[in-house]
């Protein structure tokens, strides 16, 4: 676990021949500090002893990972978008959120449309604005494809940089993904890059 920005801690987990797993833990309130799609690491004590975990945030069903671990050992709530419980395996507390919800630590809920159950990006205004996204845009080799920083898949969506087009009108210069490293600063102008160049492959 690193500190990335002052109040942002980033680790990774990577999956042998397939990609990199991140998770972060963002402590910038004096009153509370949130998970989002957590991974077992070495970390987790100074998380646990920390006292101030008010939220446990999976940017959608598939990184629910191992958030039933960390809400057990710092007895908080784990948070779900909406529509997604019935692909949670070892999740069975949890509550939803929708578009444009205030979530712990300060965080807006932004839906970002696919084909299926949707996802959601999650934004604090902290540092320049922060934007994390779950796998609707990453920086790993499975999503970056031709020289850019990043790249985006919103699964089975018809025009996927219409669904991706939504984060223009969101103020951002750091983008946490949870597969690639993190982008700090001029992480919009890569995500416009993208978008303009209607540059997302299809993983």
Same mark, same amino acid.
């Given at each position: 676990?690193?500190?990335?920005?002052?109040?942002?801690?980033?680790?990774?987990?990577?999956?042998?021949n397939y990609f990199r797993l991140e998770s972060y833990w963002i402590n910038t309130n004096t009153d509370e500090s949130v998970?989002?799609?957590?991974?077992?690491?070495?970390?987790?004590?100074?998380?646990?002893?920390?006292?101030?975990?008010?939220?446990?945030?999976?940017t959608n069903s598939s990184h629910e990972r191992q958030a039933h671990l960390f809400a057990q050992r710092t007895g908080t709530?784990?948070?779900? @978008?909406?529509? !997604?419980?019935?692909?949670? #395996? %070892?999740?069975?507390?949890?509550?939803?959120?929708?578009?444009?919800? *205030? $979530? +712990?630590?300060?965080?807006?809920?932004?839906?970002?449309?696919?084909?299926?159950?949707?996802?959601?990006?999650?934004?604090?205004?902290?540092?320049n604005g922060t934007l994390i996204v779950g796998d609707s845009l990453g920086t790993s080799d499975k999503w970056v494809k031709?020289?850019?920083?990043?790249?985006?898949? @919103?699964?089975? !969506?018809?025009?996927?940089? #219409? %669904?991706?087009?939504?984060?223009?009108?969101?103020?951002?210069?750091? *983008? $946490? +993904?949870?597969?690639?490293?993190?982008?700090?600063?001029?992480?919009?102008?890569?995500?416009?890059?993208?978008?303009?160049?209607?540059?997302?492959?299809?993983?």
């Amino acid at each position: 676990m690193r500190e990335i920005l002052p109040g942002i801690k980033h680790w990774t987990v990577n999956w042998p021949n397939y990609f990199r797993l991140e998770s972060y833990w963002i402590n910038t309130n004096t009153d509370e500090s949130v998970l989002i799609d957590p991974l077992e690491c070495s970390g987790i004590d100074e998380i646990e002893e920390s006292g101030k975990v008010s939220g446990i945030i999976l940017t959608n069903s598939s990184h629910e990972r191992q958030a039933h671990l960390f809400a057990q050992r710092t007895g908080t709530n784990i948070y779900v @978008p909406k529509n !997604h419980s019935e692909s949670l #395996e %070892s999740v069975t507390d949890y509550i939803s959120f929708s578009d444009g919800d *205030l $979530l +712990p630590g300060g965080l807006t809920a932004i839906r970002i449309e696919t084909a299926h159950r949707d996802e959601y990006a999650l934004l604090t205004p902290v540092q320049n604005g922060t934007l994390i996204v779950g796998d609707s845009l990453g920086t790993s080799d499975k999503w970056v494809k031709g020289g850019l920083l990043v790249g985006g898949h @919103p699964v089975g !969506h018809p025009r996927p940089w #219409e %669904s991706l087009s939504k984060l223009l009108g969101v103020d951002f210069d750091n *983008l $946490l +993904p949870s597969h690639g490293p993190p982008l700090i600063g001029q992480a919009k102008q890569a995500v416009v890059e993208m978008i303009n160049n209607r540059h997302v492959p299809r993983v």
